[in-house]
């Protein structure tokens, strides 16, 4: 008999947020031993505190998945890896109006002012931070 003492099995997924590194970055109890690679995208989510009950059949449906964001794995580690976000604000443009600086009644000077002019102006893509990630809660592949 051999007295080599055999790890318990963990499943790989979900793994466990194990740090938050700023509202863009937390780290995640998985790494390059569990297969993690540069660029593999995740989901990260919370868990309800209870567990949903089907009001209809009386079922335990488990814990509902409060999503936290996606991101992707910018680094990785033997044993764990960093994830950025990947959420985005959609790039846009908005026209604004500027109006003549004065205020003018009669109809004969209005006519005569400069008209109101257009103005775009753009707004880049933007990226946007996880939404209140915390310490435990999970990540899976997506």
Do not use: C, W
């Not at 109809?107 to 209140?132: A, D, G, M, R, W």
């Amino acid at each position: 008999m051999s007295n080599t003492k055999k790890e318990p099995s963990i499943p790989i997924f979900p793994a466990t947020v194990v740090e938050i590194e700023d509202e863009y970055r937390l780290a995640i109890n998985r790494g390059a031993k569990h297969g993690i690679k540069l660029g593999q995208r995740f989901s990260i989510y919370g868990t309800s505190d209870n567990d949903i009950i089907d009001p209809e059949t009386g079922e335990n449906l488990g814990k509902l998945e409060i999503f936290r964001g996606s991101g992707k794995v910018v680094n990785v580690q033997e044993t764990m890896s960093t994830i950025e976000s990947t959420e985005k604000k959609a790039a846009r443009k908005e026209i604004i109006h500027e109006k003549s600086p004065f205020f003018v009644t009669s109809p004969i000077i209005q006519s005569t002012l400069k008209t109101p002019s257009k103005k775009i102006v753009e707004f880049p893509e933007e990226q946007l931070p996880f939404n209140y990630a915390q310490v435990l809660d999970k990540a899976k592949p997506i």
